[in-house]
């Protein structure tokens, strides 16, 4: 069997699909910078990756000359300390690896000297602002290992993902997760677990609404750094409210407790943006659409007299949704189609995406058909606000990361190792 130095020509990979996640109790806010350690455990949804994932290929060969990573097609750097802190560390920990097939055998020790190249790819836009370096970093890390025999678990694979995105530990499991903020101070302690997986609460529809937006936002790192700096709601948020919250979280998943989870979600994402507005410089995220979003779901639920869906927002204007059941997601989706219409030139077909079956079951088929949606009950003269939405998504609570054993879904050329 050829050792790994002698044969120059061999190359050896994996593909691996990664999902995305929404925070419901959110992180923001780090105790140590390098390490990437929060003030305050999270817990996440991770989303289907069937409508927003990412996929990664990594590649080993000995004609290899550095480390080398593309994104969508483009060569990006790898120079970062993000990502040299994730390869230091799963090299760290990689094992021997023999396949048979190929007829080789790379030592423990060999993975040092041999270099790697990545190519990673996201089914949705980068610039929509939807966590993808969370998906990005936790499928680095799991093609990784696998390609290395790296025999660690997935939550000591978050904790080594969590060193490239904070959220990115979150995306290392499907279903409910849990970011636990740890206690040591080399972060070893500061890791994902599951809550519940993918399948344990199926009713849940989520939809997301992409908004229009012409403003460059200030990134989650250098923002949550100027709260920690200057917010004293963060302080009071971190000591006194996401304890219990947390513990009133895990209950509700456990439970399956809609009103709770909702009421929960709505408020720690008010609170999240509250500490940013407390933050000197204030950082505002969400925008007037964001805004319209809110009210649109606070009187519905109103109406109802019990919650139908909870809301959400990250870094950035972008609504996150998350429906009780279908029947809610249908009524919401009317709603939002009457007060967010597509532009003359958008058809419907590309202004929802993801799941279209909740379209067919709102009655939806073409553009003509939102003409005829009839305003929501709760509001009296309802305004419409054409063109504030660039797209919907809907999809569900998914699956964690898979190894795709298909090589034609690999990024890499099989003989190469270059970009296809
Ligand atoms: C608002 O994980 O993007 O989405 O750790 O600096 O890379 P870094 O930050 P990042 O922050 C995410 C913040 C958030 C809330 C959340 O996902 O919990």
């Known amino acids: 069997m050829a050792s790994a130095e002698e044969s120059k020509r061999w190359v050896r990979m994996m ?11 959110k992180y923001w806010g780090k105790r140590d910078e390098t390490l990437i350690l929060p003030v305050n455990d999270s817990i996440s949804v991770t989303l289907d990756p069937d409508h927003l994932c990412t996929t990664t290929t990594v590649a080993v060969s000995p004609s290899f000359e550095e480390d080398r990573m593309w994104l969508n097609g483009k060569e990006i750097s790898l120079s970062g300390g993000r990502f040299q802190s994730c390869l230091r560390e799963i090299r760290r920990r990689a094992g021997d690896v023999e396949d048979r097939e190929k007829g080789l055998r790379i030592g423990k020790s ?10 990673s790819f996201n089914n949705f836009p980068t610039a929509a602002g939807l966590a993808s370096s969370a998906a990005g970093f936790a499928c680095l890390v799991f093609a990784l290992a696998k390609l290395m025999n790296a025999k660690e678990d997935q939550s000591q694979l978050s904790a080594i993902a969590r060193q490239g995105s904070g959220s990115a530990c979150r995306s290392l499991f499907g279903g ?17 677990v599951q809550l519940a997986h993918d399948k344990h609460w199926d009713d849940l529809v989520i939809i997301i609404a992409v908004v229009s937006s012409r403003q460059k936002e200030t990134s989650s ?14 302080q009071h948020r971190v000591k006194e409210v996401v304890p219990k919250r947390i513990v009133q979280m895990e209950e509700a998943i456990k439970n399956h407790d809609f009103a709770s989870f909702a009421q929960l979600t709505c408020a720690d994402s008010n609170q999240f943006h509250a500490v940013c507005l407390d933050t000197c410089p204030p950082i505002f995220y969400m925008n007037d659409t964001s805004h319209r979003i809110i009210n649109c779901v606070e009187k519905w639920n109103r109406l109802e007299g019990t919650p139908q869906v909870a809301y959400t927002f990250d ?19 009317q709603r939002l189609l009457f007060y967010f219409p597509p532009n003359s030139d958008t058809d419907l077909n590309s202004y929802v995406i993801g799941d279209k079956s909740i379209l067919k079951d ?20 309802a305004q419409k606000y054409k063109g504030d939405v660039s797209y919907f998504i809907c999809t569900r609570p998914g699956r964690g990361p898979v190894m795709l ?16």
Do not use: C, Y
Request: aromatic share 4%; hydrophobic share 40%; net charge negative.
């Open 405 to 420: 054993s298909d090589e034609s879904r690999a990024l890499l050329d099989p003989e190469t190792g270059f970009p296809k």
């Open 110 to 119: 060999d993975w040092e000297k041999l270099h790697l190249h990545i190519a």
């Open 221 to 234: 790192t250098s923002g949550m750094r100027e709260s920690v700096e200057t917010s004293l709601l963060l």
């Open 176 to 192: 409910f997760v849990k970011w636990i903020m740890g206690n040591d101070k080399d972060g070893s302690d500061s890791l994902a």
């Open 315 to 333: 870094a950035g204007p972008n609504a996150v949704l998350i429906s009780r059941d279908r029947k809610a997601a249908v009524q919401l989706l």
């Open 362 to 381: 709102a009655g939806l088929e073409t553009t003509r058909d939102l003409e005829a949606l009839p305003p929501p009950p709760e509001v009296k003269d």
């Open 15 to 25: 593909t691996a699909q990664t999902p995305t996640n929404i925070a419901v109790i």
